[in-house]
Every structure is written in structure tokens, then in C-alpha cells.
């Protein structure tokens, strides 16, 4: 093998490395999310219907990273909230989506896995 096609491999190997690293988080943060009972109410992707085709339960996970990108102590916020549940009184999700509040999950997944599902969730593009 020319030392041409040494550098362009080890390139190849170097640009893909990050793309493999993000794969593996991305199937870890949905094991976690699938087995905490996220997907009951949520979905990654915008537009996927709920039960019965209604609007989802929850809204969509791209839907709050959009919403809550660059907000200082985001992260802390829907950590918080994903732990102790939402108030349906103060829904910012009204119209678009059919659940009136988040329950509390604080038996379905510990602060630190919430917390690291999180910081998954606002970094969805």
C-alpha cells in the first residue's frame, strides 16, 4: 500500500470515527429511552402520530431541541421536569400536541440517566 493510500485510509478512518461515536450514543440513548417508557408519549422525528392518529402524546424530541436551543439551563429545566412531571396548567405544547402534562418518570429512570437523555435530546438537529 503507497503511503498516498496510508493517509487517505487513515482519513477516511479519522472522518468517520465521529460519525461511529454518535451512532453508538444515539442507539444508547434510545435503549434508555425505549426502557424508561419514553416512547409511550414521544417520538424523535416531528409529524409521527400518536395513538389512534391522533396528534402524539408528547411532543417530538427534534420539536424541544428546536425550542430550546441556545436556552441557558435548558438542560437543568427539562431534567427537572422530566423527573417531577409538568404542570398542565402551564402547557407550552398546547394545540400541538394531545397529552395536557408529562407525569413524573422519577421511578422509571434515575436523575443521572434523565440528565445525560437530556442533553442527547437537545443536541437532535
Given at each position: 500500500?503507497?503511503?498516498?493510500?496510508?493517509?487517505?485510509?487513515?482519513?477516511?478512518?479519522?472522518?468517520?470515527?465521529?460519525?461511529?461515536?454518535?451512532?453508538?450514543?444515539?442507539?444508547?440513548?434510545?435503549?434508555?429511552?425505549?426502557?424508561?417508557?419514553?416512547?409511550?408519549?414521544?417520538?424523535?422525528?416531528?409529524?409521527?402520530?400518536?395513538?389512534d392518529?391522533?396528534?402524539?402524546?408528547?411532543?417530538?424530541?427534534?420539536?424541544?431541541?428546536?425550542?430550546?436551543?441556545?436556552?441557558?439551563?435548558?438542560?437543568?429545566?427539562?431534567?427537572?421536569?422530566?423527573?417531577?412531571?409538568?404542570?398542565?396548567?402551564?402547557?407550552?405544547?398546547?394545540?400541538?400536541?394531545?397529552?395536557?402534562a408529562?407525569?413524573?418518570?422519577?421511578?422509571?429512570?434515575?436523575?443521572?440517566?434523565?440528565?445525560?437523555?437530556?442533553?442527547?435530546?437537545?443536541?437532535?438537529?
Amino acid at each position: 500500500m503507497s503511503s498516498l493510500s496510508r493517509i487517505a485510509l487513515l482519513a477516511l478512518a479519522t472522518a468517520a470515527a465521529p460519525a461511529l461515536a454518535a451512532g453508538a450514543a444515539d442507539e444508547a440513548m434510545v435503549k434508555l429511552a425505549n426502557t424508561s417508557g419514553c416512547f409511550t408519549c414521544h417520538h424523535i422525528e416531528p409529524g409521527a402520530k400518536g395513538p389512534d392518529g391522533l396528534a402524539p402524546i408528547g411532543p417530538a424530541w427534534k420539536d424541544v431541541a428546536a425550542k430550546y436551543a441556545g436556552q441557558k439551563g435548558a438542560a437543568k429545566t427539562l431534567t427537572a421536569t422530566v423527573l417531577a412531571g409538568s404542570n398542565p396548567y402551564e402547557s407550552h405544547w398546547k394545540g400541538k400536541v394531545s397529552g395536557l402534562a408529562m407525569p413524573p418518570n422519577k421511578v422509571a429512570i434515575t436523575e443521572a440517566d434523565a440528565g445525560k437523555l437530556v442533553n442527547w435530546i437537545l443536541s437532535l438537529k
